[in-house]
């Protein structure tokens, strides 16, 4: 059994939206932080939105704050990953990613893929113009 599967994915025109789900078998909510990132054609894996272990704090990128939303209801529940406003250059592989690891440094830790040690195997999001 895979420890965290992703799913949502599909193809959407711009200025749509797609809500990505992560099935996480119990990660999330202390003591594992949740994060969504994401892989383009010919790009290096970068960090989409993250959930600090507590279950409060968010980070996101730049690219995408005001139009995507990461959540999760509780410890058990699916991770979540709300996407409006979809642009062309949102189209990637998107996964799922969990870490033990606790810190207080911001965006710049918490967004780095080389944080995180389990991985599901993807969702393809894919945006027209």
């Known amino acids: 059994q895979e420890p965290l599967v992703e799913s949502g994915g599909g193809s959407v025109q711009a200025g749509g939206s797609l809500r990505l789900s992560c099935a996480t078998s119990g990660y999330g909510y202390g003591p594992y932080s949740m994060a969504w990132f994401r892989q383009g054609p010919g790009k290096e894996r970068e960090g989409v939105a993250a959930l600090r272990s507590d279950g409060v704090v968010k980070y996101y990128a730049d690219s995408v704050r005001g139009r995507f939303t990461i959540s999760q209801d509780t410890t058990k529940s699916p991770l979540y990953l709300q996407m409006n406003s979809l642009q062309p250059e949102d189209t990637a592989m998107y996964y799922c990613?969990?870490?033990?690891?606790?810190?207080?440094?911001?965006?710049?830790?918490?967004?780095?893929?080389?944080?995180?040690?389990?991985w599901g195997q993807g969702t393809q999001v894919t945006v027209s113009s």
């Open positions: 990613a969990a870490t033990p690891r606790t810190t207080t440094y911001g965006a710049s830790w918490y967004l780095n893929p080389e944080k995180y040690n389990v």
